[in-house]
C-alpha cells in the first residue's frame, strides 16, 4: 500500500476509534503521556434509561444492535452540532462542544440535545413497531474546564477530558433517574445560555456525591419547544 | 515515510489507544460494525477510591498526574499477567484476562489484583512522602460471556466488551465502596477459581441494581496472602 493511502487508514481509524479532534492532535504528534491542554468545553454525559435492566433481559444478540441503534441516533445529531464524542462507554457518550464563545458553545450542545432527542423516539417508534426493546436517553450537560489530553500509562493511553467538571457532568447525568428528568444542566450553563430564560426551568438545588458545592440544576422547559423555535 | 514504518506507527498507535489485542483485530480488518465475538472473559473493573472528591479539591494541575500514577501501577499489573486494557475512564480501568481454561483466566487475574494492590500501595507512599494526595484501588472481578468487537455509529466506534457480565462487574467495583473491601467477586469467579478455598471469604448475598438475581459476593481472605504465597 502507498504511504499516502495508509496515512489516510491511519486517519480514518483513529478518528473513529478516538473522535475527530483527538484523532488530529494525536497524529500531529500529540502522543506523549502528560501532555494536556487546559480548554473550555461544553460537557455532554448521556446515557440509556434501564440499560442495565434492558441488557440483563433481552435476548443477547439484540444487545449490539440496541446500543448500535441509539448510538447512531446521538452521535450524529452530537456531530451535526460540531460536538467531539471523546467516549463511548456501553450506553455512555462523553463529548464535548469547544467555541471561543461559551454560550455558542452552549447552545449548539442545547440543539444537538434537542435534535438527539427527536431521533431517539424516531429509533423508539421504529423498534417498537418491531416488537424490539426500546429506551430514552438520560442527558447531563455542563460547561467549564477541562484537561484535554493523554492519560494513562507509557502503553496505553487515553486521550480524553478530565478534571473536577469531568466528574460533575457524569454525576448531573446520574441525577437524571433519581429526578426523572430526561436532561439535566448545571447553573453555569444556563448562566452561559443567557436569554431567553425561558429556554430553562430550574428544578432545584442538589448535593452530588463527591463535589463539594451544592449545585442549582435545571431542565427544559416545556421540552425544549421554545428552542426549537427559535434556534 | 516507508510504509512499513507507517504501518508500525499504525499499530502502535492502535495498539495504545485500544489495547493490545483490539488493536490487533481493528488492524487485521475486524472494522465493520455489529461484528462482533461471543467470548468467554475474566472482566476487570476498578477505580479509585474518592476519585472525585480528590479531583475536586486538589489543585488542577496535580490532577493528571494523579491519574497517571495510579494508572501506570495498575495497567502494568494488568499487561504483565496477560490481561488487555479495554478502557480508561477517568478514574475507572476496563480490563478482560481471556483464556481456553477458565480457572487459569481467573487465577491471573487474581494475581494481577494481589500486583496491582502492592504497586498501587508503593505509589501512594511514595507520593505521600512528597504531600502529594493518595488513593487505594476498587476492584470488582468477575467471569462470564460478552460480546466483544465494534459498537457505535458509523462514524464513532468503540472496540470493546458489551453484554450483562460487564455491566455485573460495574456494579459488583460500584459495591466496593459501600461494603468497603479493596476487592470483591462474583460467585462465578469464586467457583471457577477452585481450591484452594482459603483465598476467598463471602462478604454476603447482595441485589446488584439492574441485575435480576441477588448476588454472593467474596473478597480476599487475609488480603490475598495464602495466594501471594502459593501462586
Redesign the interface.
Known amino acids: 500500500?502507498?504511504?499516502a493511502s495508509?496515512?489516510r487508514?491511519?486517519e480514518t481509524?483513529?478518528g473513529?476509534?478516538?473522535?475527530r479532534d483527538a484523532g488530529r492532535r494525536?497524529?500531529a504528534g500529540r502522543?506523549a503521556?502528560?501532555i494536556?491542554d487546559?480548554i473550555e468545553a461544553v460537557l455532554w454525559f448521556s446515557d440509556l434509561r434501564?440499560?442495565?435492566?434492558i441488557?440483563?433481559?433481552a435476548a443477547?444478540e439484540q444487545?449490539?444492535?440496541f446500543?448500535?441503534d441509539y448510538?447512531?441516533a446521538i452521535?450524529?445529531a452530537i456531530?451535526e452540532r460540531g460536538g467531539d464524542?471523546l467516549?463511548?462507554?456501553?450506553d455512555g457518550i462523553l463529548a464535548i462542544f469547544t467555541a471561543e464563545d461559551r454560550g455558542r458553545a452552549c447552545h449548539a450542545a442545547l440543539a444537538a440535545a434537542c435534535d438527539a432527542r427527536s431521533a431517539v423516539t424516531a429509533v423508539s417508534r421504529r423498534r417498537e413497531a418491531q416488537t424490539l426493546p426500546t429506551t430514552d436517553m438520560y442527558l447531563g450537560l455542563h460547561v467549564g474546564?477541562v484537561?484535554y489530553?493523554n492519560?494513562?500509562?507509557?502503553?496505553?493511553?487515553?486521550?480524553?477530558v478530565?478534571?473536577?467538571a469531568?466528574?460533575e457532568v457524569s454525576?448531573i447525568s446520574g441525577m437524571c433517574r433519581t429526578l426523572d428528568q430526561p436532561v439535566l444542566v448545571s447553573s453555569a450553563f444556563a448562566s452561559a445560555i443567557g436569554e431567553p430564560k425561558s429556554l430553562l426551568v430550574s428544578v432545584g438545588r442538589y448535593a452530588l456525591?463527591?463535589?463539594?458545592r451544592p449545585q442549582d440544576l435545571y431542565t427544559l422547559e416545556n421540552d425544549g419547544a421554545a428552542f426549537i423555535e427559535e434556534p
Not at 473513529?16 to 473522535?19: E, F, P, Q, R, S
Not at 492519560?151 to 480524553?160: N, P, V
Not at 456525591?209 to 463539594?212: L, Q
Open positions: 500500500m502507498k504511504s495508509l496515512a487508514v491511519a481509524l483513529v473513529t476509534y478516538l473522535g494525536v497524529l502522543i503521556r502528560g494536556a487546559r434501564s440499560y442495565t435492566r441488557s440483563d433481559s443477547p444487545i449490539i444492535p446500543l448500535n448510538a447512531d452521535i450524529s456531530h464524542v467516549k463511548l462507554m456501553g474546564e484537561f489530553g492519560i494513562g500509562s507509557q502503553e496505553r493511553l487515553d486521550f480524553t478530565v478534571g473536577p469531568v466528574n454525576r456525591r463527591g463535589v463539594g
